[in-house]
């Protein structure tokens, strides 16, 4: 970005011996280069959220402080005109076109010819000069004719002279609508027709500009021949300024009730007061690019817009900040500065230069009209003006001078260069820090008389001094080495004796602890705070006043003002310590000398402050009154998927509330799932500060928190969830104020697969699932009670048959076998019961989350079916057909043994079968509880019933009693 920031001083204009203002505004220069569009710029607006709008050569050109856009019309041709309107319309004029640019529902520019309402005769006309506005009618201004459009019914009417006479000039103002023809000269427009004024302007005479001057006056500018004053019947010419007279003005601006400002073919830029008299002029050789200025226009934060032969200017003319550099065209550092017998004079690293000031004009001196010359005998390096009594004083490296008229005479230089002077309160002495110590003068006939200093004194360079003389102290410091306490005589006429304090005295470090006078009280600063000395304990402690109000700043110059305000430097900023609350001058971050840092508060109005450029004059009065709010706006938000989604391309309709994209104001944005990252950009109105300017983002429904604060002016987000979001951006501006916050919602889509209707797929196939695995389950069931049965019986077969064939003993060790066989049995039996009971556990499981998810379906189709499913699932729970099938398999291993107990003892219930069946098959109590499903608690309960009915005895055990019995 080619941005040249210029602040140049005070120098002879090219075309006219005439003075300019001592100081200069702002200037930023935006060359075609840069901003890729046309050279020239014929005319300019502001819409309500900051966007600028330019009239240019390559077409309609907009900025808002991030992003150079351009809008060609239909036949791309040069746009001289343009006119934005309250609802939002911008109305161009180019070559044979006139229409309007209006924001679509993404925000983008799109445009509507107006020549299809235009009788086919009459679309023959050239460049459109100028767009104005009247009620509902639209005037327009070509080379030979100005028509008007109607917008309630788009009805035309044209406006030719009776000899066809070139139109020259077209222009509202107030309530009046004048134009210029070579036949008639000014006319007004009233009733539907064009009246001559009573009073005329030289028939030579072209009008360029047309303002309200007054409550009853209009001022007209004009290209050769001057300004005019037109009242209700009469015409007269302003007064101007001199070198105004030969300039040909093509453009003017009122931008104030008091002044206004006038742009020359050639001459640059005029700023007069309303009565002619010259305020300031800007040209090239103090800042503009160019001194043909076509159009100017100022915004809504009071800086100038000029549009030139060749680029675009901002022009910061009111600013509280403008820079002093005496020297023309050269960069001078500025170390000090002082006002003395209504003479400004500045310090700089190549001698003082000094310039008159305007007395009873103007109480910001930078509006002074003065020329800068430099004082004899002071070339070299200058780092301090003082101002003592009637003595005006400067220290520089050369030595020490005093300042008469026109030069300045040397006092003393045998201890090398001299830092800065002190007045010795009540004496008429006077202390200066030199690089070799402290040098004492004696006050005589308006002059100083130097001390012979000892050669046994203090031998130090002491930048910074101030004197005490409640205890004949001078205190001095030194960045480097820390703080010297000399003691004076009482008289102030010698040193008597030096006392070096360093971090054993109190000190935080030995390095940059600088010492100051405020408030009648010697105080230190240091890296971390303020310290004030206390005598009592010999040692330095933080200041019990200054030390709560600057906590461990590290401040390297400090002065006090005539209303008590203290002004204050660090390495890298500027403040004020007002009222008890510190007040930086973010404009001023950086700009300093470092290690030199100075400031003198003449007054309220100009506070002047050293620099690498020069000597920068300050308003404080007038900077408390400028501190308008800025505005966020998105530039741009694309939604990015397999190709970019333009969501908003920065244009909004007026009256949208939060500065919104139109989005804002209707249902959010829905986008399907491939869209599932998003960049935004946004900007705030306040160009000429935009490096100062920070953001903080949110996305709702993803970042749980704002973003910390960041110069970025974009954000991207990628791979989001499906979801709702609002995007959330504010500003803070240099103060430290915050805007509002904007936002812009929009719902990212699932995927198909993340819909309801299919989670109700997923469901319905989870519950087929199911129902596949009980039918494979029970075949299972019924194929291991199959194989059992067949196994009972060739075991069955064996045994009888070896019954018969061997004797007792290989029936003891069949018996035997069989017993173990039989074993291995129960165990399987007691593997198949505890299927059975994980496959209850999860049907009902199932039935449970089916049930659940039953509730959620709205379709009744669905839940039909569903609950068809439920009710398979609950008669398959209540089915006695496992545990029938498991009895006749057990008494097939056991002898009928539940059907011989049941006979015995018919009170018995299933429940007490089952616990006697697993006793059979000795499983453990804990093992019969999780068949069951019990506790084991419950378990010994059913044991206890169990023997209540077997009428057993208390030390009878139920296991033997249920093993013997047969």
Not at 94 to 111: C, K, S, T
Request: proline share 4%; glycine share 8%; net charge positive.
């Amino acid at each position: 970005m080619k941005i040249a920031t210029l602040l140049l001083a005070l120098f002879p204009c090219f075309f006219a011996r005439a003075q300019n203002s001592i100081a200069l505004p702002e200037v930023m220069n935006f060359t075609p280069e840069f901003t890729k569009t046309g050279s020239q710029t014929w005319q300019m607006a502001e819409s309500g959220s900051g966007t600028v709008y330019f009239a240019n050569n390559a077409g309609l050109v907009t900025y808002n402080g991030l992003e150079w856009k351009t809008f060609k019309v239909p036949n791309k041709t040069i746009v001289r005109s343009l006119l934005l309107t309250a609802d939002g319309k911008i109305y161009v004029g180019a070559q044979g076109e006139i229409g309007y640019f209006f924001p679509d529902r993404v925000g983008n520019l799109v445009y509507t010819s107006l020549m299809g309402h235009i009788e086919p005769a009459d679309r023959n006309f050239g460049d459109v000069w100028k767009i104005v506005l009247q009620g509902q009618h639209l005037f327009f201004r070509t080379y030979r004719k100005i028509y008007e459009i109607d917008l309630s019914n788009h009805q035309v009417t044209t406006y030719a002279t009776t000899r066809n006479a070139k139109w020259d000039f077209l222009e509202i103002a107030g309530h009046r609508l004048l134009a210029c023809n070579e036949e008639q000269g000014l006319v007004s427009f009233k009733n539907g027709r064009w009246t001559p004024l009573p009073g005329q302007i030289p028939k030579e005479a072209i009008p360029t500009a047309l303002m309200a001057f007054g409550k009853d006056s209009l001022l007209l500018t004009t290209l050769r021949n001057g300004i005019y004053i037109i009242t209700e019947n009469h015409l007269s010419k302003l007064p101007v300024a001199a070198a105004l007279q030969s300039a040909q003005i093509y453009t003017a601006l009122k931008t104030d009730e008091e002044r206004f400002a006038v742009g020359t073919v050639s001459a640059g830029i005029f700023l007069l007061h309303r009565s002619g008299k010259l305020i300031r002029h800007l040209s090239m050789e103090n800042g503009l690019q160019n001194n043909n200025v076509l159009s100017l226009y100022k915004d809504h934060r009071q800086s100038l817009w000029a549009g030139l032969d060749n680029g675009i200017d901002l022009i910061n003319y009111m600013a509280p900040l403008q820079l002093i550099a005496p020297v023309p065209r050269t960069r001078l550092a500025g170390y000090t500065a002082g006002i003395f017998k209504n003479h400004l004079y500045i310090g700089t690293s190549d001698g003082i230069y000094y310039a008159p000031l305007e007395q009873g004009v103007h109480r910001d001196i930078s509006f002074s009209q003065g020329a800068f010359k430099k004082l004899a005998n002071t070339s070299g390096q200058v780092w301090s003006i003082a101002i003592i009594g009637n003595l005006l004083l400067t220290g520089m490296n050369d030595g020490a001078f005093i300042i008469n008229t026109g030069s300045a005479q040397l006092l003393e230089r045998r201890l090398g260069g001299t830092w800065l002077y002190r007045a010795v309160p009540g004496r008429s002495k006077i202390i200066s820090g030199t690089y070799s110590g402290i040098q004492i003068y004696d006050t005589k006939n308006n002059t100083l008389v130097p001390v012979r200093m000892p050669d046994n004194n203090l031998r130090e360079s002491l930048r910074f001094i101030e004197v005490d003389t409640s205890s004949h102290t001078v205190w001095a410091s030194h960045p480097y080495r820390g703080i010297y306490r000399i003691q004076m005589t009482p008289n102030f006429d010698r040193e008597l004796a030096v006392e070096w304090l360093t971090t054993k005295q109190g000190l935080p470090t030995n390095n940059n602890n600088f010492v100051f006078k405020i408030g009648g009280k010697i105080v230190f600063a240091t890296e971390q705070g303020i310290y004030e000395w206390e005598e009592h304990l010999h040692r330095f402690k933080k200041s019990t006043t200054y030390g709560p109000l600057f906590g461990n700043l590290s401040v390297k110059f400090m002065t006090e003002d005539a209303k008590g305000r203290i002004w204050f430097a660090t390495e890298k900023n500027m403040g004020v310590l007002d009222g008890g609350h510190i007040q930086y001058i973010p404009e001023l971050d950086g700009q300093l000398i470092a290690g030199f840092e100075q400031i003198y508060p003449f007054d309220d109005q100009n506070i002047l402050i050293n620099s690498s450029k020069g000597i920068y004059h300050f308003n404080f009065d007038s900077y408390k009154h400028s501190k308008i709010a800025i505005r966020v706006s998105f530039n741009k938000i694309q939604a990015i998927g397999t190709r970019d989604s333009l969501l908003f391309n920065g244009y909004s309709i007026p009256g949208q509330t939060g500065n919104s994209p139109p989005p804002f104001n209707r249902e959010e944005i829905r986008l399907p799932a491939v869209f599932n990252s998003f960049h935004f950009e946004f900007t705030a109105d306040d160009i000429m500060y935009a490096d100062k300017i920070q953001y903080s983002y949110q996305l709702k429904g993803f970042d749980p928190d704002w973003s910390a604060w960041s110069a970025k002016t974009v954000k991207d987000y990628t791979n989001l969830p499906y979801g709702k979001y609002r995007f959330l951006i504010k500003a803070k501006d240099r103060w430290g104020q915050e805007t509002a916050p904007i936002s812009y919602a929009f719902e990212i889509l699932p995927r198909w697969y993340q819909t309801i209707p299919a989670w109700l797929g997923y469901l319905l196939l989870a519950g087929w699932l199911v129902y596949l695995l009980h039918r494979m389950q029970r075949r299972r069931l019924q194929k291991q009670k199959a194989k059992y049965e067949k196994e009972q019986a060739q075991l069955k077969y064996i045994f009888e048959l070896e019954n018969e064939r061997s004797g007792m003993k290989i029936i003891q060790l069949q018996k035997e076998q069989l017993e173990t066989k039989v074993q291995y049995k129960n165990k399987e039996l007691a593997t198949t019961t505890m299927h059975l009971y994980k496959r209850g556990r999860l049907l009902g499981k199932i039935k449970e989350e089916v049930a659940e998810g039953v509730k959620q379906i709205s379709n009744t189709t669905e839940k039909k079916a569903f609950n068809r499913l439920i009710k398979l699932i609950v008669e398959e729970e209540k089915s006695e057909d496992d545990w029938n099938h498991f009895s006749i398999h057990f008494d097939q291993v056991h002898n009928n043994f539940l059907h011989n107990i049941k006979a015995a003892y018919p009170t018995l219930t299933p429940s007490d079968m089952k616990i006697c069946a697993y006793v059979k098959m000795n499983l453990s109590s804990k093992e019969i509880a999780q068949l069951l499903n019990i506790t084991l608690k419950g378990v010994e309960i059913a044991r206890y019933r169990l023997r209540k009915k077997f009428s057993l005895a208390a030390n009878q055990s139920l296991s033997d009693f249920i093993q013997e019995f047969s």
